[in-house]
């Protein structure tokens, strides 16, 4: 794993994190997509994607 990808994974962790703790709804439930499209395009190695799609995640749950 490169730079990047360490740093996709540990915004990952704690964008999952913030989703635990969040309280169930339409914000959690948006949150939860953008996550799982981040894991697919950390899984692609697509970065910029992964990035995007996290902080849309934590957007989502702000």
């Not at 794993?1 to 709804?25: F, H, L, R, Y």
């Not at 697919?40 to 749950?61: I, V």
Request: proline fraction near 3%.
């Amino acid at each position: 794993m490169n730079s990047d990808q360490n740093k996709i994974s540990e915004k990952m962790k704690s964008v999952k994190e913030t989703w635990d703790k969040a309280p169930a709804g339409p914000k959690k439930d948006a949150a939860l997509k953008h996550y799982n499209a981040a894991e697919a395009a950390h899984k692609a190695q697509n970065d910029d994607k992964a990035n995007k799609e996290l902080d849309a995640a934590k957007h989502a749950l702000a």
